[in-house]
């Protein structure tokens, strides 16, 4: 594989196309898209429901692949890698925040942090460590024997960030990460993801959400599976307007 | 993946949901129970069997000529002893004459329990155990001159004679149909006694043969008899034993000698070889029924594991997201089963092993081959015989549950993951 050059984008779609086949008609959730995210960057994509940018995030995220193009995550070519260095990336390089927090019910907040060293192999008593560490960071050190029904929708989403930072990973992939919480919480939420963008991690967040959008440096629109906007937040070009919104 | 993580998330799977838990267990719980039941009986039969032929020379062919069938063959003492000489396999001969429905009595007392058995002194080279443990056993001049004598078993003299030490047994006077017999022997106690033989006592098979009433020729070697023992020089020679044997049944019964199978049985080491494979297709077949209810089990444990696949397809997305590969999904599930198994087993064994007991405590004994009723030995309790059924069924159980649990586990693996976060 290529030597990845400081120069590179970090992220790099060309010509993304997904297309899902409904009986006689195509779907293009994702019509040529073409993209280059930067290293540090805090990008929002945003969009109304139907718009491809859940199938974005899915394809930036390596949970699914697009039906041709091409995607280069961190110089290397995803869509040439086999399952296995797809998983490694998942569990080194990216890390998600969900709308619906998806933290998995039955495991304690501990282990739910967990899950990303688990699968990069780490003892279980290093694991245990740097997840009680990682549970401070977002204030729910003491709720760490908790399981995730225990806890408010702001506080699971804390851990949710708390989970995603657990392998490093050089990518944070925010998909309506404030879509089921109240503004405050939203703004709370939003305020950890500034954070860890002043820490030199990328943020891609999803939204539908134009003053949270706002908050990014940088917003891409799609409309359509194409991207119709791609610049300073304070366009107003940039913003999802009201009709298509309802 | 780590084996601790799955272990405690397959726990906290089989306490949420209870019922689900013991529909998947109960085969798995049954199937493991009943083979070690079977297993633990099995192994007792088994120590039966050879508690039953050790009393026995190895190489021990017992005959029994069928006098009921047409041109029945006659076969004297005297011909049978004459093989001794003739053929190079067989070193021994004695007859055996049952006294049927009768009791020893001394001093007015009776001891029902009593076997009395009509022998040659050479009996005691087929059935070693019966080392006289005092005085003397059965000699040749005791046959030829059909003295009234006998060696009776450990059990007779200290039951019927009373006597501790064996030495005062001899020389006492015991009844048999009436008739007197002096005490010349004791034999020595056998351990574990499963079929009586401390109740058995021995009498020359001449004065035997006068007790039963029947008429007999004036010289032993005359008497024609049913049945003999036959001591062959070595367990490899049964088949030359009985083919000896038969030749000297085709020529005094006149038939060619391919007729002869009819007309006698035979029964030697080779009918503990019998039993043993008596016993062993015994448990075979009933561990066949637990082998089905362990195979039920292992299903219902698929079939739970499929579902929980579908259930916790959200789970299954989530893990992957975060960076399990294939491999470890599909280890986390076989490591679910492979618990999941693993506790139906011990639940198994904790209810099998005491259960085992129990059928042994009440079972007393089963028919085997030729050995008849072969006790089940209560006593046989320690815990390293029941410990390898213990361990065979667990094994087996986990075998079951990593091969059923392989299709779920591969279920869960192919999931994608836009599928499992989709809904």
């Given at each position: 594989m290529a030597e990845f050059k400081q120069e590179d984008a970090l992220i790099r779609l060309e010509n993304v196309f997904k297309i899902y086949q409904t009986g006689e008609t195509a779907v293009h959730a994702l019509d040529g898209v073409t993209l280059d995210i930067n290293?540090?960057?805090?990008?929002?994509?945003?969009?109304?429901?139907?718009?491809?940018?859940?199938?974005?995030?899915?394809i930036i995220g390596c949970l699914d692949v697009p039906t041709s193009g091409s995607y280069h995550l961190a110089g290397e070519d995803v869509l040439a890698m086999n399952d296995d260095a797809k998983a490694k990336l998942r569990n080194k390089t990216l890390g998600f925040i969900f709308q619906q927090y998806n933290l998995i019910p039955k495991l304690n907040l501990c282990e739910n942090v967990?899950?990303?060293?688990?699968?990069?192999?780490?003892?279980?008593?290093?694991?245990?460590?740097?997840?009680?560490?990682?549970?401070e960071q977002v204030g729910l050190a003491d709720k760490a024997n908790n399981?995730?029904?225990?806890?408010?929708?702001?506080?699971?989403?804390?851990?949710?960030?708390?989970r995603a930072l657990a392998g490093e990973p050089a990518v944070i992939l925010a998909d309506e990460p404030t879509g089921a919480l109240d503004s405050q919480t939203g703004r709370e939420v939003l305020g950890y993801l500034k954070l860890l963008n002043n820490e030199g991690r990328t943020i891609i967040l999803i939204t539908h959400d134009n003053a949270i959008a706002r908050q990014?440096?940088?917003?891409?629109?799609?409309?359509?599976?194409?991207?119709v906007y791609d610049g300073q937040p304070d366009s107003p070009e940039a913003v999802v307007q009201a009709e298509v919104q309802a | 993946m780590d084996i601790k993580h799955a272990l405690g998330v397959a726990l906290r799977n089989l306490q949420a949901n209870k019922i689900r838990c013991a529909q998947m267990l109960l085969g798995m719980v049954i199937g493991v129970a009943s083979a070690v039941v079977i297993l633990y009986m099995g192994s007792n039969l088994m120590q039966g069997v050879s508690d039953f032929y050790s009393a026995y020379s190895p190489s021990l062919m017992y005959m029994g000529v069928y006098t009921s069938v047409e041109k029945s063959p006659r076969v004297t003492v005297g011909d049978m002893e004459g093989l001794i000489a003739s053929s190079e396999y067989i070193t021994a001969v004695s007859p055996l004459v049952s006294v049927e429905d009768c009791n020893l009595r001394y001093?007015?007392?009776?001891?029902?329990?009593?076997?009395?058995?009509?022998?040659?002194?050479?009996?005691?080279?087929?059935?070693?155990?019966?080392?006289?443990?005092?005085?003397?056993?059965?000699?040749?001049?005791?046959?030829?001159?059909?003295?009234?004598?006998?060696?009776?078993?450990?059990?007779?003299?200290?039951?019927?004679?009373?006597?501790q030490n064996?030495?005062?047994?001899?020389?006492?006077?015991?009844?048999?149909?009436?008739?007197?017999?002096?005490?010349?022997?004791?034999?020595?106690?056998?351990?574990?006694d499963l079929e009586k033989g401390n109740y058995e006592s021995y009498i020359p098979y001449t004065t035997a043969k006068q007790l039963t009433g029947e008429i007999i020729a004036p010289l032993q070697e005359d008497y024609y008899l049913d049945i003999y023992y036959v001591n062959l020089n070595s367990v490899d020679n049964i088949i030359n034993g009985r083919d000896t044997v038969r030749a000297l049944l085709a020529e005094v019964s006149g038939r060619p000698y391919g007729e002869t199978t009819g007309l006698f049985s035979l029964s030697t080491r080779t009918s503990q070889k019998y039993d043993r494979e008596c016993v062993m297709g015994l448990?075979?077949?009933l561990l066949g029924v637990s082998g089905i209810v362990l195979l039920v089990g292992g299903v219902g444990i698929m079939n739970v594991m499929l579902a929980a696949v579908s259930e916790r397809r959200r789970e299954i997305g989530i893990r992957k997201a975060f960076g399990a590969n294939n491999p470890d999904i599909r280890r986390q599930f076989m490591l679910e089963a492979f618990y999941t198994s693993g506790f139906g087993a011990l639940l198994g064994v904790l209810?099998?092993?005491?259960?085992?007991?129990?059928v042994c405590q009440f079972m007393g004994s089963v028919p085997i081959g030729y050995a008849g009723e072969l006790m089940i030995n209560p006593d046989l309790l320690d815990l390293s015989s029941l410990l390898w059924p213990a361990v065979a069924a667990s094994a087996a159980a986990l075998l079951l549950g990593v091969l059923f649990g392989y299709l779920p586990a591969r279920k869960a693996e192919q999931l994608e993951i836009v599928d499992c976060m989709r809904e």
């Amino acid at each position: 594989m290529a030597e990845f050059k400081q120069e590179d984008a970090l992220i790099r779609l060309e010509n993304v196309f997904k297309i899902y086949q409904t009986g006689e008609t195509a779907v293009h959730a994702l019509d040529g898209v073409t993209l280059d995210i930067n290293r540090g960057e805090f990008v929002a994509i945003v969009g109304a429901s139907g718009s491809g940018k859940s199938t974005c995030m899915n394809i930036i995220g390596c949970l699914d692949v697009p039906t041709s193009g091409s995607y280069h995550l961190a110089g290397e070519d995803v869509l040439a890698m086999n399952d296995d260095a797809k998983a490694k990336l998942r569990n080194k390089t990216l890390g998600f925040i969900f709308q619906q927090y998806n933290l998995i019910p039955k495991l304690n907040l501990c282990e739910n942090v967990e899950l990303a060293m688990l699968y990069a192999g780490m003892s279980a008593g290093e694991r245990h460590k740097r997840s009680l560490q990682l549970l401070e960071q977002v204030g729910l050190a003491d709720k760490a024997n908790n399981v995730p029904s225990q806890l408010s929708g702001g506080q699971q989403q804390r851990v949710a960030i708390a989970r995603a930072l657990a392998g490093e990973p050089a990518v944070i992939l925010a998909d309506e990460p404030t879509g089921a919480l109240d503004s405050q919480t939203g703004r709370e939420v939003l305020g950890y993801l500034k954070l860890l963008n002043n820490e030199g991690r990328t943020i891609i967040l999803i939204t539908h959400d134009n003053a949270i959008a706002r908050q990014a440096q940088r917003i891409i629109r799609l409309e359509d599976g194409k991207i119709v906007y791609d610049g300073q937040p304070d366009s107003p070009e940039a913003v999802v307007q009201a009709e298509v919104q309802a | 993946m780590d084996i601790k993580h799955a272990l405690g998330v397959a726990l906290r799977n089989l306490q949420a949901n209870k019922i689900r838990c013991a529909q998947m267990l109960l085969g798995m719980v049954i199937g493991v129970a009943s083979a070690v039941v079977i297993l633990y009986m099995g192994s007792n039969l088994m120590q039966g069997v050879s508690d039953f032929y050790s009393a026995y020379s190895p190489s021990l062919m017992y005959m029994g000529v069928y006098t009921s069938v047409e041109k029945s063959p006659r076969v004297t003492v005297g011909d049978m002893e004459g093989l001794i000489a003739s053929s190079e396999y067989i070193t021994a001969v004695s007859p055996l004459v049952s006294v049927e429905d009768c009791n020893l009595r001394y001093n007015g007392e009776t001891l029902a329990d009593a076997q009395i058995k009509g022998v040659s002194e050479q009996f005691l080279q087929m059935k070693p155990a019966c080392q006289a443990a005092a005085g003397r056993f059965l000699q040749p001049l005791d046959i030829s001159r059909r003295q009234k004598v006998c060696v009776i078993g450990s059990a007779v003299a200290e039951e019927l004679l009373g006597c501790q030490n064996f030495e005062d047994a001899l020389g006492q006077t015991l009844k048999i149909r009436g008739e007197n017999f002096t005490v010349i022997g004791v034999l020595a106690e056998i351990q574990p006694d499963l079929e009586k033989g401390n109740y058995e006592s021995y009498i020359p098979y001449t004065t035997a043969k006068q007790l039963t009433g029947e008429i007999i020729a004036p010289l032993q070697e005359d008497y024609y008899l049913d049945i003999y023992y036959v001591n062959l020089n070595s367990v490899d020679n049964i088949i030359n034993g009985r083919d000896t044997v038969r030749a000297l049944l085709a020529e005094v019964s006149g038939r060619p000698y391919g007729e002869t199978t009819g007309l006698f049985s035979l029964s030697t080491r080779t009918s503990q070889k019998y039993d043993r494979e008596c016993v062993m297709g015994l448990v075979g077949k009933l561990l066949g029924v637990s082998g089905i209810v362990l195979l039920v089990g292992g299903v219902g444990i698929m079939n739970v594991m499929l579902a929980a696949v579908s259930e916790r397809r959200r789970e299954i997305g989530i893990r992957k997201a975060f960076g399990a590969n294939n491999p470890d999904i599909r280890r986390q599930f076989m490591l679910e089963a492979f618990y999941t198994s693993g506790f139906g087993a011990l639940l198994g064994v904790l209810i099998g092993m005491p259960a085992g007991w129990l059928v042994c405590q009440f079972m007393g004994s089963v028919p085997i081959g030729y050995a008849g009723e072969l006790m089940i030995n209560p006593d046989l309790l320690d815990l390293s015989s029941l410990l390898w059924p213990a361990v065979a069924a667990s094994a087996a159980a986990l075998l079951l549950g990593v091969l059923f649990g392989y299709l779920p586990a591969r279920k869960a693996e192919q999931l994608e993951i836009v599928d499992c976060m989709r809904e």
